[in-house]
């Protein structure tokens, strides 16, 4: 179960989110492991949990074999990933001129590393 879960997260959640919730159950079990169920801070995890798996829904099949489970298919009417829009050609969502700015201001912070580091 919790493998489909997963997917169809994975389908859904955009990386920042999908990371988060994962953090957020890893916090949550603790919690809960140490008698800490009625707290504010376990109440603030449901509801951010509950927030983040608002639209996660979708069809998953699994194969299981020699007890693994594995994701062979999986779909969800709120996918952000859309064929669509999957391609290296010309279209009205996604211009491939954008990428190299994006490219330079996501990395800005290791340049800058990397500056102070020669200077050193």
């Known amino acids: 179960m919790m493998e489909a ?4 997260e994975q389908l859904v959640l955009d990386k920042t989110a999908f990371e988060f919730r ?9 919690l809960v492991y140490d ?15 509950e927030e983040l798996a608002q639209d996660v829904n979708g069809e998953v099949v699994i194969k299981l074999y020699k007890g693994h489970a594995t994701v062979t298919q999986k779909r ?4 952000l990933y ?6 290296f050609g010309e279209d009205e969502v ?7 700015g994006f490219i330079r201001l ?3 912070s290791s340049r800058i590393r990397a500056l102070n580091e020669m200077k050193k």
């Not at 969800?76 to 996918?79: A, F, H, Q």
């Open 22 to 30: 994962e953090e957020l159950a890893v916090k949550a079990s603790h």
């Open 94 to 100: 996604y211009d491939q001129s954008h990428a190299g």
């Open 82 to 87: 859309s064929e669509e829009f999957a391609t």
């Open 106 to 108: 996501y990395s800005l």
């Open 76 to 79: 969800s009417d709120n996918s």
């Open 35 to 49: 008698g800490r169920w009625f707290t504010p801070l376990c109440r603030s995890i449901l509801a951010a949990s």
């Open 5 to 8: 879960l997963r997917a169809v």
